[in-house]
Nanobody, 131 residues
């Protein structure tokens, strides 16, 4: 069974840091693109970042660029999202998602934005940033 499990969310003060983890079971992340999405109350889900485990390409939303870093540890079958300088507007449920990437060099910033591309999803982890 393909499963993604997020962890690492919590409550943090503005300016603080959290590291989210997305662990895969039932398949290897090695041939996949993995994305992080978030959804705040009353808002649509939005793409935050994605990384290709095929060619290492990554993209970030403008609102998090320079503050968040996505990375992948294929040996642990885990993708991380390091979040620094957190702001209250980063408060949301964060989801990781994945899809099989069969060709190198094809992901774009659109890949980060389009949640319909992803066919495996985690259950989400809550991140709350207090002011």
């Amino acid at each position: 069974e393909v499963q993604l499990v997020e962890s690492g969310g919590g409550l943090v003060q503005a300016g603080g840091s959290l590291r989210l983890s997305c662990a895969a079971s039932g398949f290897s992340f090695g041939g996949y693109t993995v994305g992080w999405f978030r959804q705040a109350p009353g808002k649509e889900r939005e793409g935050v970042s994605c990384i290709s485990n095929v060619d290492g390409t990554s993209f970030y939303a403008g609102s998090v660029k320079g503050r968040f870093t996505i990375s992948s540890d294929n040996a642990k079958n885990t993708v991380y999202l390091q979040m620094n300088s957190l702001k209250p507007e980063d408060t949301a449920v964060y989801f990781c998602a994945a899809f099989r990437q069969r060709i190198a060099g094809i992901i774009t910033i659109h890949t980060m934005e389009d949640d319909s591309l992803y066919d495996s999803w985690g259950q989400g982890t809550q991140v709350t940033v207090s002011s």
